[in-house]
């Protein structure tokens, strides 16, 4: 049984760390041992978060080597850039489609990248790069909030070993009832964006 | 088969302390350690609470203890410096029942002062130390510790790390067994033990106990040669290595084919197995963070041993950065091929090297942020063509005040009148930053009010002040204004009251109210405090209300003697601040983009892609999804640009 590692990333307030609770679970569900390491970052809302979740037969480090990240899920565009030394060549990344600038992008002090310099950057790694719209299907589903479960469905593609409902119980099981529609919509929606 | 759950490590702690049958928990909230009490208050068989600071928790876990209750006190690494008085007399004494004090390191100082390595304290206070590696060891060690507690009539330190705290890893749940109901729940409530000897520290029943507590370490340490969590696992013999902690983890990820000798008990060391180790291995390494606690405890063995000459002292470990240092210290073979295509130095990506140190460089990411490494740090990137033509620069995303702070509009003031700022320990901190940059010291919690009374009494050409929150006020603030108050200094100490512990993720404290397992109680008042400490001038003001804040401000600053300015407004996130969230808005015809309002460092307002005809400027913008309506930006605005709250009403009826 290889070793799966998966890097989160996104920005505080995002849902980055209930997805990674999702894909955390999913693993145990499907059998493997499962590490998950996380970053509680010092400010309550907007600073970088992430996560590191490991699957496979017997996991030892909760943290990733340097370069052995097999899947890349961000939530925000900006934040896709922020760990590429984690990556290799052949990593498989996904990108969600929000955009969230930092202070100093506001102010003017900084520049957002275009999603062409965002695929550059990347494309500089790996060329398995998937921008996923995830908040144009998160709306379609009903609820923009749900951006993250978009992602986690496109990734969920990669991932052939684990059937679509394994993901979609652990998903019910940890969202509000109300929401449990809408979030299995979005998770259909985003493993469609890019069936394979 | 038992059922499997993944717990973080503070879940673990907290379902181990349910399953040993621990009746009182004590702690005070502190990142990575807070989510331990969170948990153990759900479970109602354990009576839990926040105390104002940690060595009061440890003082109620050892009273616990002394009543013949299995106790659990727990902290952060910097909390047992405040409980550390507490901590030496507990092992002084003993006690009748169980008490471990789980406490939560931080290497790399994710959200800390400084770094420190708490099995110091350990061997220091003549106490065990226990080391999970993972949630399931922190689950049972909980246990394992209780029982060597009451055993060894000691209290048991339970050293956890950041990333044993903050990960999750499969664990298999027991029951609250083997304690007998009677135990958990007695009838009548137990006799208290007399024993004076024991228990009354003076100095001649301490000179006594002394003896009895070097002769538990001797005890503890034949104990150590059998303990089940200290374990061999012997594999190729060229190397052998010492492990504890998460560290364990790490090599074993790195060298899987080398010999473990693994620590679950590193203080005291069990030498006969160190000496059994190394004679069946042709290299002996330790892995750990921080000190060379392990190593050095080798080292007085008379055994050659390296640790901190392969692997750094400073930061935390990772699987990148053992395998950094195993590589250059020729345990491992170089890798190859490099991993990225092109790599650094075909300046596809490159990091300036004060972003990207010796560790592992998604940290360097993190450490890009002025709060770790210096405002001005963003990585630039270079994308695409081959040389890298195409530069982008990865823009900062530092931790900040929230929009809707309360403390923005407190330190707009103090900025506005120059002030000299003794900050402390809170989300306030974050007031140090670009663009406000309105801290200018701080230390340890509590510390501001010492530190502005030291500043008034030496003298200083500026006004200062010193500026404090609400929890950390009643943490260690309350005896350092009263000595203000005593020694009689024109200190000014704003108390910044937004109603919750924040930084922490909004736990209860004495002002709030409420206690941690969500019992209404008695809400201190700041200003009735102050008074009785013998503080005369007591403004509230809101800091919302920047003309309130500068004239109380002024107020204390222009007369002698002491002064508290209570800040009262609650954290923009609680549930009750979110039902008075609006938007505001910029009328853009009379905006000229002198950009005074992007002086409060407030996320909400961006600069938008109108410009000023006459200056040329960006006119400010409200990102309507993040502006809560505090209106601070709108006092600062000059040209009445940014519409209040009753304007937008106004707007929004016609």
Known sequence: MKTINFFLTGVGGQGTLLASNVLAQVGVRAGFDVKKAELHGMAQRGGSVSSQIRWGEEIHSPLITEGEVDYLAAFEKLEALRYLEMLRPGSTVLVGEMAIPPLSVSSGDDVYPDDEQVQRVIGAVTDDVHFVPSLRLAERAGNVRAHNVVVLGALSNFIEQVPAETWLEVIAGWVPKRYIDVNKQAFQMGRDSLAR | ?654
């Open chain 2, 1 to 654: 088969m038992t059922k499997k759950e993944l717990l973080s490590g503070n879940e673990a702690v907290a379902r181990g302390a349910y399953e040993a049958g621990v009746r009182v928990a004590a702690a005070y909230p502190g990142t990575p350690s807070t989510e331990i009490l969170e948990n153990l208050a759900t479970y109602s068989a354990i009576y839990s609470e926040w105390a104002p600071n940690e060595k009061v928790a440890l003082d109620v876990a050892v009273g616990a203890a002394y009543a013949g209750s299995r106790a659990m006190a727990v902290m952060k690494h910097v909390g047992l410096n405040v409980a550390a008085d507490a901590f030496f007399y507990a092992s002084m004494t003993g006690m009748e029942a169980g008490l471990v004090l789980v406490c939560a390191d931080d290497p790399n100082m994710y959200s800390s002062q400084n770094e420190q390595d708490n099995r110091n304290y350990a061997k220091f206070a003549r106490v065990p130390c226990l080391e999970p590696s993972d949630s399931q060891e922190a689950k049972d060690m909980v246990g394992v510790a209780l029982d060597m507690s009451e055993r060894f009539d000691s209290p048991v330190m339970l050293r956890v790390t950041t990333r044993i705290s903050h990960s999750d890893t499969l664990v298999e749940l027991g029951e609250r067994a083997g304690v007998p109901p009677e135990a958990l729940e007695p009838a009548k409530p137990p006799e208290y033990r007399i024993d004076r000897a024991k228990y009354v520290m003076v100095p001649g029943n301490a000179r006594r106990r002394h003896p009895v507590i070097e002769e538990r370490i001797a005890k503890l340490k034949a104990l150590a040669e059998t303990f089940p969590l200290n374990q061999v696992e012997m594999g190729d013999t060229s190397l052998g290595i010492v492990a504890a902690g998460v560290a364990y983890q790490y090599a074993r990820e790195v060298f899987p084919e080398a010999s473990f000798l693994k620590l679950g008990m590193t203080y005291p060391l069990s030498e006969q197995m160190v000496r059994d180790f190394v004679a069946q291995v042709d290299r002996l390494i330790v892995v750990e963070e921080l000190d060379p606690f392990i190593e050095n405890e080798i080292k007085l063995m008379g055994i050659e041993v390296e640790g901190k000459s392969i692997f750094p002292i400073c930061g935390e470990l990772d699987p990148t950065v053992v395998r950094r240092c195993a590589v250059e210290a020729g345990l491992l073979p170089p890798p190859s091929p490099p991993r990225l295509r092109g790599g650094s130095e075909a300046g596809l990506l490159s990091f300036p090297p004060h972003t990207a140190p010796s560790s592992s460089s998604s940290r360097a990411a993190l450490l890009s942020s002025p709060l770790h490494a210096g405002p001005s740090s963003s990585p630039p990137l270079a994308g695409g063509t081959e040389g890298g033509q195409q530069q982008v620069k990865l823009p900062a995303r530092p931790p900040l005040l929230c929009p809707g702070c309360p403390h923005r509009g407190l330190f707009t003031v103090t900025n506005k009148l120059k002030l000299v700022v003794n900050g402390d320990i809170g989300c306030y901190t974050l007031g140090f930053l670009p663009p406000l940059s309105a801290l200018h010291s701080c230390g340890c919690m509590g510390a501001s009010i010492g530190v502005a009374h030291g500043v008034s009494k030496a003298g200083i050409a500026q006004k200062h002040v010193a500026v404090i929150g609400d929890s950390t006020f009643f943490h260690t603030g309350m005896p350092a204004l009263l000595n203000v108050a005593y020694n009689q200094s024109d200190t000014v100490v704003i108390i910044a009251d937004n109603r919750t512990t924040a930084m922490t993720g909004h736990q209860q404290h004495p002002g709030t109210g409420m206690t941690l397992m969500g019992e209404p109680t008695y809400a201190v008042e700041f200003e009735d405090l102050a008074k009785a400490m013998g503080i005369q001038r007591v403004h509230t003001v809101d800091p919302y209300d920047l003309q309130a804040v500068e004239a109380a401000l002024r107020d204390c600053l222009d007369n002698p003697g002491p002064a508290v300015v209570v800040s009262r407004r609650e954290c923009a996130l609680l549930p009750t601040a979110r039902k008075r969230w609006m938007t505001l808005a910029v009328n853009a015809d009379r905006c000229n983009g002198c950009g005074l309002c992007f002086q409060v460092g407030c996320p909400a307002i961006v600069k938008s892609d109108v410009f000023d005809e006459k200056t040329g400027r960006a006119k400010a913008r409200i990102d309507p999804l993040l502006c809560t309506g505090c209106e601070v930006c709108a006092q600062v605005c000059a040209r009445k640009a940014i519409l209040f709250r009753e304007e937008m009403k106004e707007v929004e009826a016609t």
